[in-house]
């Protein structure tokens, strides 16, 4: 997730500090199956740092706000909001909890959420 080639579709830019702000746009490719939203435009900002529990423990976190908005393919097609709110902890060097929501634009919407399991080393055999 963090090795993105291309800076625009970065979800995070380091240093990371309160107050940060990036442009956060992503144009897809439609000639991937499936692909439909074909440009987003937004911003990402740092907005704190949290205190964030999940499933493999409690992890102090940066807060990180993205919105977009996008246009689906099609020939009618009304734009759409996203937003994505995800935490990034250090101590784990990766984003434990992400949300996505989808909006507006007629048909669809929706929302998903990840949280990290597990942290931690493997146990070698003994």
């Known amino acids: 997730m963090l090795n993105i080639p291309d800076e625009e579709d970065q979800l995070l830019r ?9 442009d956060a746009s992503h144009e897809g490719d439609p000639r991937r199956p499936g692909a439909h939203i074909l440009r987003t435009t937004g911003e990402a900002t ?23 908005r996008g246009f689906p393919g099609g ?4 734009p759409r909001d996203y937003t994505h709110i995800f935490y990034y902890s250090p101590e784990t060097r990766s ?5 996505y929501e989808q909006g507006g634009g007629g048909a669809g919407g929706g929302q998903i959420d990840f949280e990290l399991l ?8 003994q």
């Open 46 to 68: 740092v907005t704190g740092i949290e205190e964030v529990k999940t499933p493999a423990g409690t992890y102090r976190a940066w807060k990180i706000e993205r919105y977009d």
């Open 95 to 99: 984003i434990v909890k992400y949300h």
């Open 75 to 78: 020939k009618n097609s009304k």
């Open 14 to 22: 380091f240093p990371i500090a309160v107050g940060k702000k990036w």
């Open 118 to 125: 597990k942290y931690g080393s493997r146990r070698s055999p």
